[in-house]
Structures are given as C-alpha cells and as structure tokens.
T-cell receptor, first 112, second 111 residues
Framework: LAKTTQPISMDSYEGQEVNITCSHNNIATNDYITWYQQFPSQGPRFIIQGYKTKVTNEVASLFIPADRKSSTLSLPRVSLSDTAVYYCLVGDRNNAGNMLTFGGGTRLMVKP | EADIYQTPRYLVIGTGKKITLECSQTMGHDKMYWYQQDPGMELHLIHYSYGVNSTEKGDLSSESTVSRIRTEHFPLTLESARPSHTSQYLC??????????FGPGTRLTVT
C-alpha cells in the first residue's frame, strides 16, 4: 500500500469549510484513495473514495489533482459533531488481498 | 447501515482469565478483521479471515487467537489475559477488503 502523509491535527469553527490534504507521492496506477472517519470510542466509518478529479457525496467532497500525488477531503460547513479523526488510505480496491493501514490520521477539532 | 455486532461492549476482568470477544455480521461478507487500538493511537490489524476456515495473523503481534467456523461469526480469544491486553478491540467485515464496516468495539480492561 502506498504511504500517506496527512496533518496530525486541525482546528476549525462551526460553519466553516474544512480541507484536509493527504500526500501520497508513490501512488500506483491501480490505487484508489479512500477516507475514513472515526468518532471517539467508535470504529472507523468509510466516508468517500475516488480515483481522479472530484467525487462528492452527502458527507464530503474529495478532490484529486491530475498527478494524483495528493488528495483533499473537503467537509462543508462543519458542525461540532464532525469532530473526529480522519484517515486517508491508498490502495488497489480490486485487490482481493487488500488490507488497510490506517496510520495516525488527522484529528479534527471543531469549536463553537 | 452495516450490520456488525460486538459483545461485550465493555469488559473488566482479572489477570489470567480466559476471555472470548464476539463479533458477528449479517451481510454475508467473506472478509473479516480484528483491530486493536489504544486510546488516541493508531489502529493495528491483529487478525483477518478471507472465509470459513481461513485465518491469518496481522501486522501487529498478538497473543490472541481467532476462529472462523461460520461466515457470520469471527470470535477472538485470549487464553490468559494480562494487563498489557488492555485496549479497544474493533471487528470489521468487508466484501471487497477495501470498504470495511466496523463494529462498535469492545473496550477491555485487565486488572
């Protein structure tokens, strides 16, 4: 699995847009980019996945530049309940033997 | 929402006891996983299974064992619990391996 680098922590305020960037310089051709969210005392939850350009769902948007060496998770108008750890993972989603390496993630703190 | 269950949610036991943490899923997923996570720390894969009668150790050494006799059930056993086993244990299942559904976790404290 490609190694990822993301900020250890971020602070934001309610109502702001939050962008968390992940670097993955050695991403392979078949690799997808996936983000998970983990609330305190809970297991991680899959939130979004993409290969290139932009992906949007009801929770977040994922922006991937043409070279795919980084990606940005965008959370619109965050609320206190978005306080969580966000993990960026890169790997071949079609590889049946896939295992996830979560790393340290980015700890987002949303303040009132 | 994914249907994956873990019991108990919280467990406090004494050193030397044998314990089994239960994990069940109703989605028919072949792939199941156990992770260990200390508070504020990374998740570490300790066991995984790709189907019935298939189990492998993960990237973090663990003194626990697992079994997979039925698709929906993936219990984790500690033969003799020690204080170093105090942690949160998270079970997950997946169809693809890449999009995993996690249970609520079991928080284990060994005194």
């Amino acid at each position: 699995l490609a190694k990822t680098t993301q900020p250890i922590s971020m602070d934001s305020y309610e109502g702001q847009e939050v962008n968390i960037t992940c670097s993955h310089n050695n991403i392979a051709t078949n690799d997808y980019i996936t983000w998970y969210q983990q609330f305190p005392s809970q297991g991680p939850r899959f939130i979004i996945q993409g290969y290139k350009t932009k992906v949007t769902n009801e929770v977040a948007s994922l922006f991937i530049p043409a070279d795919r060496k980084s990606s940005t998770l965008s959370l619109p108008r965050v609320s206190l309940s978005d306080t969580a750890v966000y993990y960026c993972l890169v790997g071949d989603r079609n590889n049946a033997g896939n295992m996830l390496t979560f790393g340290g993630g980015t700890r987002l703190m949303v303040k009132p | 929402e994914a249907d994956i269950y873990q019991t108990p949610r919280y467990l406090v036991i004494g050193t030397g006891k044998k314990i089994t943490l239960e994990c069940s899923q109703t989605m028919g997923h072949d792939k199941m996983y156990w992770y260990q996570q200390d508070p504020g720390m990374e998740l570490h894969l300790i066991h995984y299974s790709y189907g019935v009668n298939s189990t492998e150790k993960g990237d973090l050494s663990s003194e626990s064992t697992v079994s997979r006799i039925r698709t929906e059930h993936f219990p984790l056993t500690l033969e003799s619990a020690r204080p170093s086993h105090t942690s949160q244990y998270l079970c997950a299942s997946s169809e693809s391996g890449y999009e995993q559904y996690f249970g609520p976790g079991t928080r284990l404290t060994v005194t």
